[in-house]
């Protein structure tokens, strides 16, 4: 991905037609300064606010205004307000590398989107959403992505909900174990080599995982409590796991909250697991669920197809919440669609809808016998050409191959006299995942 890009999208002026709607309700909008520190704490606090959250201490706004200059900020102001230089709504981006199947692309990363209680109703988000989605599409970024905290927002954008994740909870003390024993080692190190891990484990497995986004700067550090304005951090413990071969393949950081009235029955709650080998996995999830003075484990942000399913003794041991995590919005229909590799040789038609205008259209996509696919636009679906009818979210979802084509025909998501050859197209062997928030 061109760090050109990255710099662009950071630097480009806003989107004309935002800013004039905006301003015919009264509303300034403008870019945050990274440079201005007064600008970057009044905009963190709105994020803060918008998030049900306090204002944030003096170490918070330090810690911030030091790490978070690789974010496109923008706000919203109102100049009538009592309190003109806090942003009434707020609104951050990036452009990262996400990896779909066979291929990665650069993505739109979306964050700390708000409008303050006493300016909803007004227009806002859906002005600067549509905004900032015309800003990236103008520079060439291909898709949007992005996790919520509110799940009935974004759909109207054209985002999908591409990859769900799962939260498991697990009895240790029922779980048991029909897993292979890993002949390596496992060593405890500190928090900040733990973290410069992470760092490279990420690299060297994102690449490979449908899904996965690439950590934004000092992301890392949230998990593993490194920053200056961690709360709790030396609660967290650090673990990693070397193959016999020499290579450190997996680590896990994790936090353990005591049981007073039954110590042998205190819980494990995973805040980051990164496993480069299937070895390491196994390992990993064995040392965990094997741990003395642990009755329960917990984890998130795991796949709907973890292997550790087919790892512990009985599976009713786990219980496993299923919930909508990374949604993804496409804004370049040929560039996406050809990021992608697929099954094996096929051409189909899909005319595409979108409430923004961005991927309207007919496309014939071409997959030659290796799996790659070109595609051009047309006026309309050949003749002998399997179609799809659909809306972008719903393409969203199937090129992330998270859900089949027959399922969201079933449910009437798509239109199409044969599903199964159109969910043969975009079928994938693993479910994809996002191993994080952002």
């Known amino acids: 991905m061109s760090d050109d890009l990255v710099t662009r999208h950071h630097d480009a002026a806003l989107d004309a037609a935002m800013t004039e709607t905006l301003a015919a309700g009264g509303l300034a909008v403008r ?37 978070a200059a690789y974010r496109r900020k923008i706000g919203v102001y109102d100049a009538q307000g009592p309190l003109a230089a806090l942003p009434v709504a707020t ?6 590398e996400l990896t779909l199947p066979g291929g990665t692309i650069p993505a739109c990363a979306i964050s700390a989107v708000t409008v303050a209680p006493t300016h909803r109703r007004r227009g806002i988000l859906r002005s600067v959403m549509a905004g900032e989605l015309r800003a990236a599409a103008d520079l060439g970024v291909p898709i949007a992505a992005l996790t919520v905290s509110e799940s009935t927002i974004y759909g109207r954008f054209g985002f999908g909900a591409a990859i769900p994740a799962t939260t498991w909870e697990i009895d240790t003390r029922r779980a048991g174990w029909v897993g292979p024993t890993a002949p390596g080692r496992f060593d405890f190190v500190g928090r900040e080599a733990g973290r410069d891990l992470a760092q490279t484990l990420h690299e060297r497995i994102r690449l490979t995982s449908p899904g996965e986004l690439a950590l934004p700067p000092g992301h890392v550090d949230r998990f593993f409590g490194t920053r200056a304005d961690a709360e709790k951090g030396d609660q967290l413990r650090v673990v990693q796991y070397r193959a016999v071969g020499g290579d450190v393949d997996g680590l896990v950081v994790y936090r353990i909250s005591e049981n007073h009235d039954d ?7 995973v805040s980051f ?14 040392f965990l669920l094997s741990m003395d003075l642990i009755g329960t484990v917990r984890a998130s942000e795991l796949a709907l197809d973890e292997p550790l399913w087919w790892l512990i ?7 496993i919440t299923v919930r909508d995590h990374h949604y993804l919005r496409i804004l370049d229909v040929p560039a996406v669609l050809s990021a992608r590799r697929y099954a094996g040789p096929e051409t189909i038609a899909l005319e595409v809808t979108d409430p923004l205008g961005f991927a309207d259209g007919m496309f014939l996509l071409t997959i030659d016998d290796d799996g790659q696919g070109s595609v051009d636009p047309v006026d309309g679906p050949p003749l002998g050409i399997p179609s799809v009818r659909l809306g972008v979210a719903e393409l969203s979802v199937l090129v992330a191959g998270g859900v089949s084509a027959v399922t969201l025909a079933r449910a009437g998501r798509l239109e199409t006299d044969d599903p199964e050859r159109i969910a043969a197209v975009f079928q994938t062997p693993a479910a994809p995942r996002l191993s994080f928030w952002y």
């Not at 110590?263 to 709650?269: G, K, M, N, V």
């Not at 697991?273 to 999830?285: I, N, S, V």
């Not at 003794?313 to 219980?319: F, H, L, N, V």
């Open 31 to 67: 870019r945050v300064d990274d440079a201005v520190r007064t600008e970057t704490e009044a905009w963190q606090d709105a994020v803060a606010r918008g998030f049900l959250g306090g204002e944030p201490t003096d170490t918070q706004h330090e810690v911030f205004f030091a790490g």
């Open 91 to 96: 609104f951050a981006s990036w452009v990262g």
């Open 263 to 269: 110590f042998t029955a205190s819980s494990l709650e």
């Open 273 to 286: 697991l990164l496993a480069a080998t299937d070895e390491a996995y196994a390992a990993l999830w064995q």
């Open 313 to 319: 003794a009985d599976q009713r041991a786990a219980k």
